[in-house]
């Protein structure tokens, strides 16, 4: 059975810590494919100031080029209207129903999965994985994940990995003030942020 994933994100921009999940993921759980999935207008990030979403799209389409096994979808970014989680898995479900879909996320997403639309639905659409975060202990997310198991009597898969401590704000943060972020992100995303004055 071939089985994919679909990673979703703002990707605002793409950085080392989303692929190196994504690596671990391709691995731990031995998948054809990952699906990386930018969000056209996410529904809990409505009031932030984000980057385009032809830009984010472009800059994860270049962070993975070389990969094979990765590849990137438009999907959500060219949906009219917000684009929801469980609608993205109903689509691709529905286009290859042979195929196992996993959805992967990192711990912040579980801690708020209960105010997504259709929790329920999305876990039965799919096997959703979840990556440890810093900032999160162990046991509180272990809490919430037999919690939501429990309400949605659906299992989730939590992969504790060792931790690549980056997140896009950071990396927006250090841009501001000027400081290096090559060594945060590839090289050819790196690029165009310089190129377009990203995050200034
Ligand atoms: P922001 O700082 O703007 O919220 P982010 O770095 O969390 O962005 P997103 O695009 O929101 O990036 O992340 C997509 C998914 O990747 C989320 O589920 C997030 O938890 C996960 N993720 C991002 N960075 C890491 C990291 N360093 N380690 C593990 N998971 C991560």
Known sequence: M???AIFGGTFDPIHNGHLHIAYEALYKLNLDKIIFMPSGNPPHKLNKNITEAFLRYEMVKTAIRNEDNFDVSDYE???DNLSYTYQTLEHFTN???ETKWYFITGVDCLMDIENWKNTEEILNL???VVFNRTGYSIESVLKKK??????CNN???FLDIPLLEIS???IRKHIKEGRKVSHLMPES????????GLYK
């Open 126 to 128: 799919c096997t959703f």
């Open 189 to 196: 995303v790196c690029y165009i942020i310089e190129q377009l």
């Open 2 to 4: 071939i089985k994919k």
């Open 168 to 170: 896009s704000t950071n």
């Open 146 to 151: 037999i919690s939501i198991e429990k309400k």
């Open 155 to 157: 299992k989730i898969v």
């Open 95 to 97: 286009l290859e129903k």
């Open 77 to 79: 970014i060219n949906r």
